[in-house]
């Protein structure tokens, strides 16, 4: 019985956890392997947009309590997503109308308009904080657990348990759902394919007659609606502070760049390597290694690589190494 409490730890504190994190990095990947890939340029004020995004769903989520509204066992921010998703829209085309479009039209440098992100994502971060506040809040409502350790130890007989949160559940559904989603619009519509056609060469696309304010304008949506997405369920998952977002963007853009930027495929696989190396080298393998070593071999320490407190210097490292060694990415996007 040992290995397969072995196996359940292991599911229970790395697999599971990185995978839903992992979720949350590739859906915030794909957003900003969108704005590379089609408008060109890097956008350090997408955790923030990721911020914005879960602040207007909050705010919804709470009027929606307020009036009695909920979907029981289901987090009522559920409900309140498109709501978010479309003031999200609104927003971030707000943003372009007023300030990227004009260096756009200029055909400024991309290093120009990586600087004019990085101010927007200052403004982005003083809006939210304004709103609704730096602390943590909390939104998450509902059951908490699809089934909990006592549950399955009760099911089981086993001495180490596995617990599923609803939250981790309801990402990994959604993101498969919205992945799929965005792989057929992008593959197998008019828009998509226009989007694909502009982002491989944009003067043979105007040539074409593609409209590049159209594909520029509906980029920004998609990309709100991503946003959205990461930051709602990374808020469910674990809690929303707007300074948490700004952390993000590290490994958001490390998934992105491991993967390849400009390649949806590779910002998947890319948010997946590194959640998945954040989990398992700050992870304290102590309990796993009880169970799967004989007494005698037994670790008398954490056997923990890094604490948890540099979980992000972990993605610094694996970026380091990318652009070092293979600066186009596993899946040969653009090279950065």
Do not use: C
Not at 8 to 30: D, E
Not at 184 to 205: C, I, P, Q, V
Not at 331 to 336: A, I, Q, R
Request: aromatic fraction near 12%; proline fraction near 4%.
């Amino acid at each position: 019985m040992e290995p397969i409490n072995a196996i359940v730890a292991l599911m229970n504190f790395v697999v599971i956890p990185a995978t839903a994190y992992g979720a949350q990095l590739a859906l915030g990947a794909l957003g900003v392997t969108l704005v590379y890939g089609i408008l060109r340029f890097s956008n350090f004020a997408h955790g923030d947009s990721m911020a914005f995004g879960a602040m207007a769903t909050i705010l919804f989520t709470w009027g929606l309590q307020a009036l009695g509204i909920s979907l029981g066992p289901i987090p009522t921010a559920l409900l309140a997503l498109p709501a978010g998703i479309i003031v999200t829209a609104l927003f971030l085309l707000g943003t372009d109308r007023v300030v990227y479009r004009f260096y756009r039209r200029q055909k400024a440098n991309p290093v120009i308009l990586v600087i004019v992100s990085i101010g927007v994502m200052f403004i982005y971060n003083g809006v939210v904080r304004l709103i609704v506040g730096p602390g943590d809040q909390f939104f998450d409502d509902g059951a908490r657990f699809i089934f909990t350790v006592r549950d399955f130890q009760a099911w089981t007989g086993l001495d180490e348990g596995f617990g599923l949160r609803t939250s981790q559940a309801i990402t990994l559904i959604t993101a498969v759902i919205v992945v799929a989603a965005l792989f057929w619009f992008l593959n197998r519509t008019r828009t998509g394919k226009s989007m694909r056609a502009f982002s491989d060469n944009e003067d043979l696309a105007l040539l074409s007659g593609i409209n590049p304010e159209r594909v520029v304008a509906v980029t920004w949506v998609i990309v709100a609606a991503l946003a959205t997405l990461a930051g709602v369920l990374y808020g469910l998952d674990k809690s929303f502070k707007p300074f948490t977002y700004f952390q993000l963007l590290l490994p958001i853009f490390a998934a992105a760049i491991v993967g390849g930027l400009g390649s949806p495929v590779g910002a998947i696989a890319g948010g997946f390597v590194i959640a998945f190396s954040e989990v398992t080298i700050t992870y304290a393998w102590k309990r796993v290694l009880a169970y799967a070593m004989p007494d005698s071999l037994e670790p008398s320490n954490l056997v923990q690589l890094l604490s948890t407190d540099y979980k992000f210097a972990v993605s610094f490292m694996i970026l380091v190494v990318v652009l070092l060694f293979r600066p186009t990415g596993l899946f040969k996007g653009k090279s950065v």
